[in-house]
């Protein structure tokens, strides 16, 4: 959410623990600044400012019995969220409860470390142990988990057990991992470098990518992008969400190089107790606009996933006749990192209820429903998602996946007793190492072979969507004989990279001129064509211009809805005489800003249609 769009109120001091950082906790509480009566103002005073979030923290907000009444004036005075922050040492089952019926939706559950090592950070013997049993409430009674580590120095040499731990602990409960770099501290030893700091974010991410957990930077105490180095910084784009024209921030400020930073309009700078402990810190300008565009978000939270949430586009069904497809985002994390995804996937998972809507609208409108992501194997409640679909539409209900944990057989099972008709899947090479070098996930090619050896042999319609880019288009035709080879029921749908998005990079090394890849395009459909596997999606938004598709290859015959590519593609003067124009995309206007638009082609007498 967006900062300014949420509020933070203390509910008072004290606190159970001493974590070696804590600048809040006191030993004594003011009675005037405790009382129920002055904690309800200051949330109505937030409320009225415009919050839409409200947090309550302390101290440890659960030493308060009247911390679910607190809760549910928030509610009542208009908070659409409540997040409580709280170590959960003093959440039972009972308590746990009476947050949730309070409105409580978020727990944010400090965990310095995994294991007895938490002990020794917070200094308090036996901690843990009752830490893990709140959590336990706290998802029990149905609340979403965020779990807050901190960047000092008692903590870095825990942070890569956090991430197995609290997967195996709470599953699906925990939404994500909010990370913190706090630059004033009780004890400065505590305090950490940028460089420091940089480090622990890497190996954290390291440990939470391949459990398929969602990381995102504390707006409150941020590490700045800057400091990591330009190779580092996509991998930990993820975490952050910067949105344009954030108000300043007292206490930081921008220094000189931040000038050469294409970020300037949407991060506070440095805060100057940093820079008064430390001197200015090893920074790295975020000079890059593809970076730029990757870290950036146009709006809040909320707003950014309703955006995201469903897409709409035409599809020609096998009769012929065009259809709209609904893609319905059920989660936005990923346990892959394909450089070209257009999807926000550190965005939080959208409200159940949101998703459970925009299925049931897809079907009163008679679309065809594809559940998608990020990966949406991810989320927990897939199956009953697919059933729904499948109860309120008369079209088969299509899963886009990397069935990398589809390599779990039970669950494909699960999938298509629920109804699952088409399972559209992402292989994007024909080896392990390309496929995992396109994917940035080591290992995962193994997985999605052996989830696609499941989705085969369950008579699913199978679709294998290979993304042509850069990295991999000399392997297209192995990956069509594989196909050949080892699922023959299965098509092969060739998708052409395009920066379609501010996400996606405009990038040379990762989207290749069309007259370069096509060659290897024209013989994975001619030999397709020969070992019998349908080579499909060249007329799709994702595919290619019309006038380049491989000759033989059919057409569609109806014209495109107006209005379907959302000012997305250009036509150019060849389009305007073109015969195919009508039921063309056109060109990329990221593409066109690379390549140019030279490759396009008039077609005046069309002999091939659909």
């Known amino acids: ?135 336990q409430a706290l998802a029990k009674a149905g609340l979403t988990i965020e779990a807050a580590v901190t960047l000092v120095r008692s903590t870095l040499e ?4 956090i991430p197995p731990g609290l997967a195996a602990e709470l599953g699906p409960a925990l939404r994500t991992i909010v990370v913190g770099f706090p630059v004033q501290a009780a004890d400065d030893r505590e305090l950490v470098s940028f460089e420091q700091a940089a480090s622990a974010v890497l190996s954290l991410e390291r440990a939470a990518r391949p459990l398929g957990l969602a990381l995102r930077m504390s707006p409150g105490d941020p590490l700045p992008p800057c400091a990591f180095a330009p190779r580092d910084l996509p991998r930990v784009a993820r975490l952050y969400t910067m949105t344009p024209g954030s108000p300043a921030r007292p206490g930081w400020s921008h220094v000189p190089l931040c000038d050469a930073c294409t970020l300037r309009d949407r991060c506070p700078g440095i805060a100057d107790a940093y820079v008064a402990r430390a001197g200015l810190p090893a920074m790295h300008p975020v000079d890059d606009d593809r970076m730029r565009r990757r870290l950036a978000m146009a709006s809040s939270v909320g707003e950014q996933i309703a955006r995201e949430l469903v897409s709409r586009n035409p599809f020609t069904d096998g009769h012929g006749a065009t259809v709209v497809d609904e ?48 990966e ?71 997985r999605t072979v052996a989830g696609i050896d499941h989705l085969h042999a369950s008579g699913v319609r199978l679709v294998l969507n290979y993304v042509v880019c850069e990295k991999n288009r000399h392997e297209l035709v192995d990956h069509v004989r594989a196909v050949a080879a080892r699922w023959p029921r299965a098509s092969v749908n060739v998708s052409f990279v395009a920066p379609s998005s501010d996400v996606v990079p405009r990038d ?103």
């Open 1 to 135: 959410m967006n900062p300014s769009r949420t509020a933070t109120v203390v509910t008072h001091l004290r606190c159970n623990q001493a974590c070696l950082w804590c600048t809040r906790r006191a030993a004594v509480d003011d009675p005037r600044f405790v009382r129920a009566e002055a904690v309800r103002a200051r949330i109505d005073a937030a409320v009225t400012e415009g919050a839409r979030e409200l947090v309550l923290t302390g101290g440890e907000p659960t030493m308060r019995a009247d911390l679910p009444a607190l809760a549910a004036h928030a509610r009542g005075a208009g908070a659409e969220r409540v997040v409580v922050e709280t170590n959960a040492t003093l959440v039972d089952e009972a308590h746990a409860g009476a947050l949730a019926r309070a409105g409580v939706e978020v727990a944010r559950v400090n965990v310095p470390a995994w294991g007895n090592a938490s002990d020794s950070v917070t200094r308090d013997p036996g901690g843990f142990a009752r830490s893990r049993s709140g959590l």
């Open 158 to 161: 825990h942070l890569a057990t």
């Open 327 to 374: 893609t319905i985002r059920v989660v936005f994390r990923c346990n892959q990192s394909c450089t070209f995804c257009f999807v926000s996937t550190h965005l939080p998972a959208p409200p159940r209820q949101d998703v459970d809507a925009a299925i049931r609208a897809a079907g009163a409108r008679d679309a065809r429903i594809v559940l998608s992501g990020g």
């Open 376 to 446: 949406p194997t991810l989320d927990p409640g897939l199956v009953e998602w697919v059933r729904l679909a499948r109860s309120v539409s008369r079209r088969e209900v299509v899963l886009q996946t990397n069935a990398v944990r589809l390599d779990d057989a039970s669950l494909v099972a699960r999938l298509v007793d629920a109804g699952l008709g088409e399972a559209f899947v992402s292989l994007h090479g024909a080896t392990a190492a390309v496929s995992d070098a396109v994917t940035e996930a080591p290992g995962t090619f193994a």
């Open 508 to 610: 040379r090394g990762l989207v290749p001129r069309y007259s370069d890849a096509l060659p290897a395009i024209g013989d994975a459909v001619a030999e397709g064509r020969r070992l019998g596997v349908p080579t499909v999606g060249f007329e799709s938004m994702c595919g290619l211009p019309l006038c380049l598709v491989p000759e033989g290859v059919a057409t569609p015959g109806a014209a495109l809805p107006e209005g379907f590519d959302a000012g997305e593609f250009v036509k150019t003067t060849e389009c305007a005489r073109c015969a195919l124009s009508p039921r063309c995309w056109g060109l990329r206007r990221g593409y066109a800003e690379m390549h140019g638009t030279s490759e396009l082609r008039a077609i005046e007498t069309p002999d091939v249609t659909a």
